[in-house]
C-alpha cells in the first residue's frame, strides 16, 4: 500500500517561510513525479509545483514562481517544498501527491495525472 505522508506546515507571518516535506512508503520512489497542490478554503485544489522523477526537471504555478522550490531526495523517498516570501494568499491545505508512471511531463499540473494523495497539511500565513 502507497503512502504519503506531509508534514512541516503551521502558523508563519508574512513574507516568512516554511518547509514542507513528504515521505513516501510503499513503492519505489524514484519510479514516479511528484507534485504538491493546494486547496483554500472553498476553492478548488490547484496545482503548486512538479518535479520529474529524477529531479532534473520542475515546473512552478505563476502564482508561487520564484518563491516556491520543489525538491527531492530519492534516497530518503522524500519530496519538499520549500516556500519563501509567504503571502496570505498562500494559506491552504498542502497536498502531495505521486503521479502515474505512464503520465507525461506536460499533464502533471493535471490532478488527474496522480494516483496516490497525502492527507494534507495546514499553512496559514498570518498578515
Known amino acids: 500500500q502507497v503512502q504519503l505522508v506531509e508534514s512541516g506546515g503551521g502558523l508563519v507571518p508574512a513574507v516568512g517561510s516554511l518547509r514542507l516535506s513528504c515521505v513516501v512508503s510503499?513503492?519505489?520512489?524514484?519510479?514516479?513525479?511528484m507534485g504538491w497542490f493546494r486547496q483554500a478554503p472553498g476553492g478548488e485544489r490547484e496545482f503548486v509545483a512538479t518535479i520529474s522523477r529524477r529531479g532534473y526537471r520542475t515546473s512552478y504555478a505563476e502564482s508561487v514562481k520564484d518563491r516556491f522550490t520543489i525538491s527531492r531526495d530519492n534516497a530518503k523517498n522524500t519530496v519538499y517544498l520549500q516556500m519563501t516570501s509567504l503571502h496570505t494568499e498562500d494559506t491552504a491545505v498542502y497536498y502531495c501527491a505521486a503521479a502515474s508512471p505512464t503520465s507525461d511531463y506536460y499533464a502533471l499540473v493535471l490532478r488527474g495525472s496522480y494516483d496516490y494523495w497525502g492527507q494534507g497539511t495546514q499553512v496559514t500565513v498570518s498578515s
Open positions: 510503499g513503492r519505489t520512489f524514484n519510479t514516479n513525479a
